[in-house]
């Protein structure tokens, strides 16, 4: 497991280039280290995040047409350019979550929210609109009609609203918001096996992105493989040994 932490709490983790950069970087780090496939993403302090820092970022934003991390080994957190993210990540949020920390949240797999967590996607409100993936993943996962209510408006909610729209999973108290990603995360890790993990991950997003049809085409070449994997071998010995499985991996 990776725990990838936002770290600028005096400035409530709002991001400037430097922790674009570095959040892109820790994606790829999980991506590419076979000892850590299962992500957490957390926030330092009592914010996850306000946002960008836009007076710092703004020159950046209008020079290269938009945050973009597929350079090298990183990963682009909001999975809009380069290489996609294979493993699973958990993301626990507290405190103000806006604009771009929403969709960073939208981006992930699993979401924990705390009960002192405030969203708003306030692009509207500044004179843009969201970049990061909201008008996309936003409408996919609340329904239509219940995205557009915030986003066309930039109001804020609150924790049960956001467990409503199914943009977080599980709302917790305040403080147990990381101990309850870090106990999701620990489910995947100890309950299931890494590849049957990477490739049920990988055909719920190609159903998403290409299609139910693209992604039937796909299911069985792609349990074939696995068959032949000391996974699969490994789950069927559990099986008839009536114990918990020992995965390669974990």
């Known amino acids: 497991m990776l725990l990838i932490g936002l770290n600028r709490p005096e400035e409530r983790n709002s991001f400037e280039s430097t922790m674009l950069d570095g959040l892109a970087d820790a994606y790829g780090r999980l991506e590419d280290d076979p000892d850590a496939w299962v992500g957490v993403l957390f ?11 836009l007076a710092q970022v703004a020159g950046r934003i209008g020079s290269e047409g938009g945050l973009r991390h597929d350079c090298g080994a990183a990963i682009d957190p909001w999975g809009l350019v380069g290489r996609e993210r294979s493993k699973p990540l958990v993301a626990a949020a507290q405190g103000w979550c806006l604009t771009l920390g929403i969709e960073l949240l939208l981006a992930s797999d699993i979401r924990v929210a705390a009960d002192d967590t405030r969203f708003s996607q ?8 969201p970049f990061g993936g909201a008008t996309i993943r936003f409408p996919r996962e609340a329904g239509w009609g219940n995205a557009m ?3 066309l408006t930039g109001d804020e909610f609150g924790p049960d609203e956001a467990l409503r ?7 917790v ?9 870090v106990e999701l995360a620990e489910r ?3 309950q299931a096996a890494p590849l049957g993990v990477r490739l049920t991950l990988a055909s719920a997003r190609r159903a998403v992105t290409e299609g139910h049809q693209a992604a039937a085409d796909r ?6 493989p696995l068959f032949g994997s000391e996974d699969a071998a490994e789950g069927v010995r559990s ?7 020992r995965f390669v991996g974990r």
């Open 43 to 53: 926030a330092h302090g009592d914010h996850f995040t306000a946002g960008l820092d």
């Open 122 to 129: 306030l692009e509207v409100k500044r004179g843009i609109y």
């Open 149 to 151: 209510r915030w986003l």
């Open 165 to 171: 729209l199914g943009l977080v999973q599980e709302v």
């Open 173 to 181: 108290p305040a403080g147990t918001q990381l101990d309850r990603a």
């Open 188 to 190: 995947i890790t100890d």
């Open 219 to 224: 299911l069985v070449p792609d349990l074939l």
């Open 239 to 245: 099986f008839v040994e009536r114990r918990a499985a």
